[in-house]
């Protein structure tokens, strides 16, 4: 009889009017600095009226459903996202911007985030296209982040590289090196000038090129190289796997010595980046976006790359590949000053990501790469050196001859004069 009376509880306060799509449409609505807002592209289907949808994306990303429910209380109201920017963009695009109430978020928690405003609402059936393309954080959200433990400016202590951009190869091929061959190529091109050197994105502990085996072989080569060159040395070793083998792997790293770790963020996941992130080792955090496309290639439907770096860095990863805009990337040059504005741009005191340009990059490029970036920049070459014609060695050689001679303020045909490994360069990529 108590759950029969219990169930009548509240029955007759008046019920409050269904909210329909359009009641989350306020263009009069002034953000408060409490509210976090996305800006999004939407596209509708032909018979389906822009405007309601563009609510119906509102609603369904905060306290909204399809049809009326007896469940919505007066007191919800007010956590209701609103539309409070709707531009046209073509006959059946428009441009919004969406205020969505603190209250609706936990802290500190980027799944949770996402699956309100990058959830169902890409699949709504009257949805042609939804792309998430901007996110505004609050000074609460952000502060209930770590952020990078070094950035930039710590990544400069560590590699003792101040004023200039950092210099670094992918080993190649991706996969399929045993263990000693790969770390030779490591080795060359340390040798060569390249400050550092990582893995690619899909190598991790297979059998013909184990993690551990790969990480002494390596960092032994590594500690050959810095005592010949006097310059330090780095090795970002991928530690992607399922999250408590990635933490292992993490302490693995630490109790080597070696100062560098890189993670795959977008297979790995939100949770275990913050996980990797809160266990608060003293590595410096590289960040490989493999996968990415899936989510931001299409102009008019996904998650736009520049939001994958804004919670890379509240998560707190120190660096970031970002594309290039010169090499076989497809982001336009506009697209990648995005991605490091995002990585960069003042954030309530978080540290700034050091970005990364990798992605069929040679050395001819650059003095295009640095108009694109300034010197605060990782150009990562991986066939741009192991693809010159004398090899490895030459290659790393001929990507900081190149950076010198943009430094310097001379045209690479030039420097290459005096300056063989540039040459063969040149000869290779034809500038």
């Known amino acids: 009889m108590r759950e029969e009376r219990g169930l009548g509880v509240g029955s007759k306060k008046k019920r409050l009017k269904n909210m329909k799509y359009e009641d989350y449409i306020n263009l009069n609505y002034k953000p408060s600095r409490k509210d976090l807002i996305c800006e999004f592209f939407l596209k509708t289907k032909g018979q389906h009226d822009l405007k309601r949808t563009a609510g ?56 949770n985030i996402m699956s309100s405003i990058a959830g169902n609402i890409f699949g709504m059936k009257d949805v042609e296209g939804l792309r998430l393309n901007k996110i505004i954080f609050p000074k609460n959200i952000v502060k209930s982040f770590k952020g990078p433990k070094y950035g930039i400016q710590g990544v400069r202590k560590i590699t003792k590289v101040k004023n200039r951009p950092l210099v670094g190869t992918i080993v190649k091929p991706k996969l399929g090196l045993n263990t000693i061959d790969h770390a030779k190529v490591a080795y060359d091109a340390w040798i060569g000038g390249c400050d ?19 990480l002494n072989a390596t960092l032994k080569l590594r500690d050959k190289a810095e005592k010949i060159t006097g310059e330090r040395k780095m090795y970002m070793i991928n530690v992607t796997a399922e999250t408590k083998e990635m933490l292992k792997r993490a302490q693995l790293v630490e109790d080597s010595g070696n100062e560098y770790i890189m993670v795959d963020i977008v297979t790995s996941g939100w949770s275990a980046l913050q996980t990797l992130r809160d266990a608060n080792f003293k590595l410096v955090l590289h960040a490989h976006r493999a996968g990415h496309a899936a989510f931001d290639k299409n102009l008019e439907h996904g998650i736009n790359m520049r939001v994958i770096a804004q919670l890379t860095r509240l998560i707190g990863l120190d660096q970031l590949h970002v594309g290039t805009a010169v090499g076989k990337m497809f982001e336009s040059h506009e697209e990648v000053v995005d ?15 050091f970005p990364v340009s990798s992605g069929g990059l040679e050395p001819l490029m650059i003095p295009d790469l640095y108009k694109i970036f300034g010197k605060d920049v990782i150009m990562q070459f991986g066939g741009g050196i192991h693809g010159h014609p004398q090899g490895t060695l030459r290659g790393a050689i001929a990507a ?27 000869g290779k990529w034809k500038a």
Do not use: C
């Open 339 to 353: 991605n490091v504005e995002a990585l960069t741009e003042p954030l309530y005191g978080v540290k700034k990501v």
């Open 196 to 214: 550092v050197v990582k893995d690619d994105e899909n190598l991790s502990s297979q059998s013909f090129n184990k993690f551990k085996n790969r």
């Open 56 to 111: 119906g994306v509102a609603a369904e990303s905060s306290i909204g459903t399809w049809t009326e429910t007896s469940t919505l209380k007066p007191y919800m109201v007010k956590l209701g996202a609103k539309v409070f920017s709707f531009k046209k963009k073509g006959k059946h695009g428009a441009n919004l911007k969406i205020a969505y109430p603190n209250e609706l978020f936990e802290l500190g928690n980027v799944p």
């Open 400 to 426: 900081r001859q190149a950076l010198d001679a943009t430094l310097k303020g001379i045209s690479l045909k030039q420097y290459a004069k005096k300056h063989k490994e540039l040459a063969g360069a040149l």
